[in-house]
């Protein structure tokens, strides 16, 4: 079977009518399909409202008890709710899941080093449990997993929803009867070789490439995980991994494809 794995995010999420046009897209990709989220600028929004300081480093957000509760709320209530009554309404019958949610996603409390992340889990090849996203995709479900896990020991994380996303691919991959593809959709084409330019996507790029990009600091923090993630899935097993807008999840010439 083959399984295209799907995570959208940024503005893609704040707004409803981009976030609906979005989902559209979503339902017309063939075959079996999960969609994983996050919503991380609509956590900040009402983190502010609340007068709440985030704290991100490097891209990743830094939990403490009174964010996890904010992104707990935001992404396994407000969002992924929001999301799988609008697939609803396409036609798209969807589940909307946590990690927790039948032991979808086991997680690990992030390791204290330099930087202290709080409450964030970190999650490795044992994590997805594969034989549940497998039944409900066979009995024609779609599971819609945000970004929050769990560690079994009944604590809520904080987990990237890109890698959530890659392990998801990367453990479907290893089941004997199915071949992933890996979309990461966000409000541009691609990654871009020129930031202030949204139509200079690249169409292509390999390993190698990627690296001299973070040397010489022409991609944006929050943009490293996302790649990081996406050569990780592509050296390990998954068959495509692409990023770009999700009206393009059918076409390969107007994305960013990952090469090794």
Do not use: W
Not at 59 to 66: F, L
Not at 216 to 237: C, R
């Amino acid at each position: 079977m083959k399984i295209h794995i799907v995570k959208i995010g940024g503005h893609l999420i704040n707004d409803q009518k981009v976030l609906n046009f979005s989902l559209k897209a979503f339902c017309q990709l063939q075959g079996y399909k999960v969609l994983i989220h996050g919503g991380g600028r609509k956590a900040d929004f009402i983190s502010n409202k609340m007068g709440i300081l985030q704290k991100i480093i490097k891209g990743r957000r830094i939990t403490d008890k009174e964010t996890l509760d904010i992104v707990v709320m935001t992404y396994a209530g407000m969002i992924n709710k929001n999301i799988v009554a609008l697939l609803q309404s396409h036609h798209c019958n969807a589940l909307g899941l946590c990690g927790a949610d039948g032991n979808c996603i086991k997680s690990y409390l992030r390791k204290k080093t330099n930087i202290d992340y709080g409450y964030v889990g970190d999650i490795n090849s044992k994590s997805i449990n594969t034989r549940l996203i497998k039944f409900l995709l066979k009995n024609n479900i779609i599971p819609v997993l945000c970004s929050i896990t769990h560690n079994g020991i009944g604590n809520l994380l904080n987990t990237n929803a890109d890698t959530i996303a890659a392990y998801i691919a990367i453990s479907l991959a290893k089941e004997k009867d199915c071949e992933t593809e890996l979309h990461f959709c966000f409000e541009k084409k691609g990654v871009l070789r020129d930031i202030q330019d949204p139509e200079s996507f690249f169409q292509k790029i390999n390993f190698n490439s990627f690296q001299k990009m973070k040397q010489n600091h022409s991609i944006t923090n929050g943009m490293i995980p996302k790649l990081e993630n996406a050569f990780f899935a592509l050296k390990n097993g998954v068959s495509q991994v692409s990023i770009g807008l999700p009206n393009y999840l059918n076409d390969v010439n107007n994305k960013t494809l990952l090469c090794p």
